[in-house]
């Protein structure tokens, strides 16, 4: 049987890729990290390693011994906690040692190239659920007004720029303002820093990067993203078409439409 290896961050993201492989009649192989990954994904995969970050050596070692020849990464890995709980073995220190700059996209690459020199090909995640890619338009009811438009084309210059340089995805602007931008702290807590300042009707922009590996650490939206927003009153959330992991599509909608909020994929 052909195998695939997971490596599984946080959220549903790397339940629902192993049971699409799974449908597909592939064996998956996780490794999977303590404390990010639902315990829930042991029951989804033929076999699962539990690894603490940083365990590059464990991780190489559960595919080769397994004879993984592709491997794909899903879900997130907490960022603040690279400052906290990061213990890396022998491998992992080889392999963060060659960093000059620890960006996300840097210390992804850098795994990836490590993977690739043992024999084990990085594949992308989206290939076994492209149907979780945004698609192009207005995906609510309302649609944005002129002014929120002219704000989504200002946000998403800021957020492009924000992403060429490798902080993050996410900005929040309202008229022509920039509000917040998304760092370590991640998406939500930038749109509950941007829409206190906003008091009403900002507009949130989240984009892929320039340079994004298309592989790996996509923007995603969800449920959650809606939910922060309509906390803070934020009236629209404009993303990428074909580059944003859209999770739970119909609910986001269905909540977008509830709270007035435009969601509008470009």
């Known amino acids: 049987m052909e195998k695939i ?14 049971e699409s492989a799974k449908k597909r009649g592939l064996k998956v192989i996780a490794v999977a990290h303590r404390g990010e990954t639902m315990p829930e994904l042991a ?37 603040s906690k690279m400052f906290a709980n990061v213990k890396p073995d022998l491998k992992g220190l080889e392999v963060i040692g060659k960093l000059l700059i620890f960006h ?8 990836a190239r490590e993977l690739e020199k043992e024999g084990i090909i990085v594949v992308s995640s989206t290939d076994y659920l492209p149907e979780l890619l945004a698609p192009s338009g207005c995906l609510t009811k309302r649609k944005p007004s002129k002014e929120e438009m002219d704000d989504i084309e200002f946000g998403w210059m ?16 309202r008229r022509k303002t920039v509000l917040a931008v998304e760092a370590i702290e991640g998406t939500d807590k ?56 859209v999770f739970d599509k119909e609910e986001m909608i269905q909540m977008a439409d509830r709270n007035g909020i435009a969601i509008f994929s470009r």
């Open 43 to 79: 029951d989804q995969v033929d076999e699962i390693t539990w690894i603490g970050l940083g365990q590059f050596g464990r991780l190489l070692s559960a595919f080769k011994s397994r004879e993984v020849r592709h491997a794909l990464m899903a879900g997130a890995i907490t960022k």
């Open 190 to 245: 930038a749109i509950l820093r941007g829409g206190a300042l906003a008091k009403e009707g900002g507009v949130v922009v989240k984009v892929c990067k320039p340079n994004q590996d298309l592989r790996f650490d996509l923007p995603a939206v969800g449920i959650s993203t809606v939910n922060v927003m309509s906390k803070v009153n934020a009236s629209v959330l404009a993303i990428e078409a074909g580059k944003t992991i």
């Open 5 to 18: 290896g997971l490596i599984a961050g946080s959220g549903k993201f790397p339940l629902l890729i192993a």
């Open 158 to 173: 800021v957020a492009k720029e924000l992403g060429r340089l490798d902080i993050g995805h996410c900005v929040v602007v």
């Open 104 to 111: 996300d996209d840097d210390i992804l690459k850098a795994v």
